[in-house]
């Protein structure tokens, strides 16, 4: 059975950084690509950042040169280092395991303006 437990969300000042930690157990974690997805209130949830089992990586346009997913597989870890952050990326963060369809809990991040 799969588990996922994120990390690292908070409250930061626009400009500040944070980073988002996801820990998989009970899959096979190297083979499967994962992402970062988010929701904010009112709205649907969308792809942030996507790493492969490979390493290559894609991003949305509203994160791109500011986000950075990185993926560890000794631990079975994936990364969001978060810097730059906007207001506009106050939401609930949540982990996904792609090739078993599965999502973390999710973590909120509120950047205050």
């Known amino acids: 059975q799969v588990q996922l437990v994120e990390s690292g969300g908070g409250l930061v000042q626009a400009g500040g950084s944070l980073r988002l930690s996801c820990a998989a157990s009970g899959s096979i974690f190297s083979s499967s690509a994962m992402a970062w997805y988010r929701q904010a209130p009112g709205k649907q949830r969308e792809l942030v950042a996507v790493v492969t089992s490979s390493g290559n990586t894609n991003y949305a346009d509203s994160v791109k040169g500011r986000f950075t997913i990185s993926r560890n597989n000794a631990v079975n870890t994936v990364l969001l280092q978060m810097n730059s952050l906007k207001p506009e990326d106050t939401a609930v963060y949540y982990c996904?395991?792609?090739?078993?369809?599965?999502w973390g809990q999710g973590t909120q991040v509120t950047v205050s303006s």
């Open positions: 996904y395991h792609v090739a078993q369809n599965y």
